[in-house]
Structures are given as C-alpha cells and as structure tokens.
T-cell receptor, first 110, second 117 residues
Framework: SQQGEEDPQALSIQEGENATMNCSYKTSINNLQWYRQNSGRGLVHLILIRSNEREKHSGRLRVTLDTSKKSSSLLITASRAADTASYFC??????????FGKGTLLTVNP | DVKVTQSSRYLVKRTGEKVFLECVQDMDHENMFWYRQDPGLGLRLIYFSYDVKMKEKGDIPEGYSVSREKKERFSLILESASTNQTSMYLCASSFSGGGSLGTDTQYFGPGTRLTVL
C-alpha cells in the first residue's frame, strides 16, 4: 500500500534556485525519511525526521514535518545540476518496513 | 559505509526460466528487503527477512520466493519468469536496533534491471 504521496510529480528549475517537494501520508507515523535516487540507481538515504520533531537541517536540505496535517516538505536550497534525481518520502510501517511514495523527479538545469 | 551489492546490474532472461537475484550486505544488518520499481508505481515490497531463515511476505509476493541461509545474503527467486516481471529490482538492508525511535533507515543496492523476453 502506498502511504506517502509526493507532490509535484515533476519539477524543473534553474541552477541556484530552491526546490521544494511535498509529501502527504495517511496514518500516524513514528518517523518520516527522504531518499534520493539518481537515474537507474539505488536509493540513498538523505534525512530522517521523527514524529516529535518539526524541522531538521542537513547541509542544503531542510525538512519539515506537520503531523496534524500529515505532511512533510523537503527544501533543497541553492540547487545544483548534480541534485537532478528522483526524491522519495518513506514512512515507517510495522516490523522495520517502510512505505515509499511514487517520487518527485527534480531536474536542475545548468 | 554500509555496502549492499547485487549480483547483476542488467539481466535478460526468457519466459519460464528460473531466475536468481542475489544481494549481499556487509554491515551485519538483521533486516533485508526486496522491492521492485516500476514507472508510475513507485517501490513495492516483495519480501522481507528479519533474521536468517525468517521471511515475511510483502505487498506483492506472488510469483516470487526468497532464501536467507546466511545473515549477509538474501536471494530473490523467480521460479518461472514471466514478461510481467520485467522490472528494476532493488535490495535493501537495515539495522534492527533502536525500535521505533528512528533506526529504520534502509541502505540500498544499485539495483538489477531484469528483462524477461
């Protein structure tokens, strides 16, 4: 079952601009994670935010979590061409499993 | 760094063949996962293993089986490959410690793109 749903499905920006992606989910969670996938490769973990946290930073990444709205956002500041990838949110399920959304395809144009 | 390797990056098989996809992790993780990824459908969990010889069906187990004889190795088996099993297959592993406080991070292999003709 797909719990996390990213929005938009695709995003195209110029280098140096900020990119914002959103994720909505349906049931209560313990944590929410964001992953990146370069074309044709495996996923790489970016950041995890726990249900009792509202905001978290890691380098150029900023993640927010609003449990009342069941939503999260990922902000990439000062984007680079190398940030071109698909971005997925993932929510925890029982027994260490995760449910992934369908992803946002980000294209950063040089 | 955690390393998860998969036996092949690309694989082409014929309908009806038995296919083995191998995954190895080097971080002593208890949990291992097999997903398939298809355009428009995202990642879907096929099978999950939480210990040696222990397995649990995921969301789409039909047509697949798994084997975990050693902690570091998790194999996905297509008993009789069909064209609708053409997909990208991703293996992942994670650590069991920490319970619900955020140690569910999964580490992925590079993926195997399987084509069944």
């Amino acid at each position: 079952s797909q719990q996390g749903e990213e929005d938009p499905q695709a995003l195209s920006i110029q280098e140096g601009e900020n990119a914002t992606m959103n994720c909505s989910y349906k049931t209560s969670i313990n944590n929410l994670q964001w992953y990146r996938q370069n074309s044709g490769r495996g996923l790489v973990h970016l950041i995890l935010i726990r249900s009792n946290e509202r905001e978290k930073h890691s380098g150029r990444l900023r993640v927010t979590l609003d449990t009342s709205k069941k939503s999260s956002s990922l902000l990439i500041t000062a984007s680079r061409a190398a940030d071109t990838a698909s971005y997925f949110c993932a929510t925890d399920r029982s027994n260490y499993k995760l449910t992934f959304g369908k992803g946002t395809l980000l294209t950063v144009n040089p | 760094d955690v390393k998860v390797t998969q036996s092949s990056r690309y694989l082409v098989k014929r309908t009806g063949e038995k296919v083995f996809l191998e995954c190895v992790q080097d971080m002593d993780h208890e949990n291992m996962f097999w997903y398939r990824q298809d355009p428009g459908l995202g990642l879907r969990l096929i099978y999950f293993s939480y210990d040696v010889k222990m397995k649990e069906k995921g969301d789409i187990p039909e047509g697949y089986s798994v084997s975990r004889e050693k902690k570091e190795r998790f194999s996905l088996i297509l008993e009789s490959a069909s064209t609708n099993q053409t997909s990208m297959y991703l293996c992942a592993s994670s650590f069991s410690g920490g319970g619900s406080l955020g140690t569910d991070t999964q580490y992925f292999g590079p993926g195997t793109r399987l084509t069944v003709l």
